[in-house]
Nanobody, 115 residues
Framework: QVQLVESGGGLVQAGGSLRLSCAASGIIFSIDFMGWFRQAPGKQRELVAGITRGGSTNYADSVKGRFTISRDNDKNTVNLQMNSLKPEDTAVYYC?????????WGQGTQVTVSS
């Protein structure tokens, strides 16, 4: 059974940095897609950044130039380096893995950016 464990959320002042990590267990084959979504109160969950098995990345316009996604295919981990954080980045961040035609989600980690 696939499980995702996230870490790295917290409280930071505007302009600061945080690094989110997600480790997937129960993986036998290569993971097709790994990504990070976020959901702020009263808003829909949105894609923040994604990365394919081959290393192609995509980012939400709101985070381009500030966030960087990376993955380790051998360790089945995905990271999100978040720099120049803004109060509007405040949300619960969810790790997402698309594996063997199934979407898996982490439990979510809170990121709060104070002004």
């Amino acid at each position: 059974q696939v499980q995702l464990v996230e870490s790295g959320g917290g409280l930071v002042q505007a302009g600061g940095s945080l690094r989110l990590s997600c480790a997937a267990s129960g993986i036998i084959f290569s993971i097709d897609f790994m990504g990070w979504f976020r959901q702020a109160p009263g808003k829909q969950r949105e894609l923040v950044a994604g990365i394919t098995r081959g290393g192609s990345t995509n980012y939400a316009d709101s985070v381009k130039g500030r966030f960087t996604i990376s993955r380790d295919n051998d360790k089945n981990t995905v990271n999100l380096q978040m720099n120049s954080l803004k109060p509007e980045d405040t949300a619960v961040y969810y790790c997402n893995v698309y594996y063997r035609i199934v979407n898996y989600w982490g439990q979510g980690t809170q990121v709060t950016v104070s002004s």
